[in-house]
Nanobody, 121 residues
C-alpha cells in the first residue's frame, strides 16, 4: 500500500521560509516523477512543483517560481520543498504525490494527510 507522509509545515511570517518533506513508502518511487500540490481553504487542489526521477529537471507553477525549490533523494524515497519568501497567499495544506505529465497527480489513492502551511502578513 502506497503511503505519503508530509511534514515540515507550520506558522511563519511573510518573507519567512519553511522546508517540507515527503516520505513515500509502499512502492519504489525512485524511477518516477514526484511533485507537490496544495489546497487553500475554499479552493481546489493545485499543482505547485514537480521533479523528474533523476532530480535534474524541475517544474513550477508561475506563482512560486524563483521562491520554491523542489529536490529529492531516491535512496530515501524522499522529496523536499524548500519555500522561501513566503507570502500569505501560499497558505494551504501541502501534499505530495507521484506526477504525470509534469503537473498532474498520479493517483488519488496516494494523497496523504498533508502538512499545513500558514503565512501571516
Amino acid at each position: 500500500q502506497v503511503r505519503m507522509v508530509e511534514s515540515g509545515g507550520g506558522l511563519v511570517q511573510a518573507g519567512g521560509s519553511l522546508r517540507l518533506s515527503c516520505a513515500a513508502s509502499g512502492r519504489d518511487f525512485s524511477s518516477y516523477p514526484m511533485g507537490w500540490f496544495r489546497q487553500a481553504p475554499g479552493k481546489e487542489r493545485e499543482f505547485v512543483a514537480s521533479i523528474d526521477w533523476t532530480g535534474e529537471s524541475a517544474y513550477y507553477t508561475d506563482s512560486v517560481r524563483g521562491r520554491f525549490t523542489i529536490s529529492r533523494d531516491n535512496a530515501k524515497n524522499t522529496v523536499w520543498l524548500q519555500m522561501n519568501s513566503l507570502k500569505p497567499e501560499d497558505t494551504a495544506v501541502y501534499y505530495c504525490n507521484g506526477v504525470l505529465g509534469y503537473s498532474r497527480p498520479e493517483s488519488d489513492d496516494y494523497w496523504g494527510q498533508g502538512t499545513q502551511v500558514t503565512v501571516s502578513s
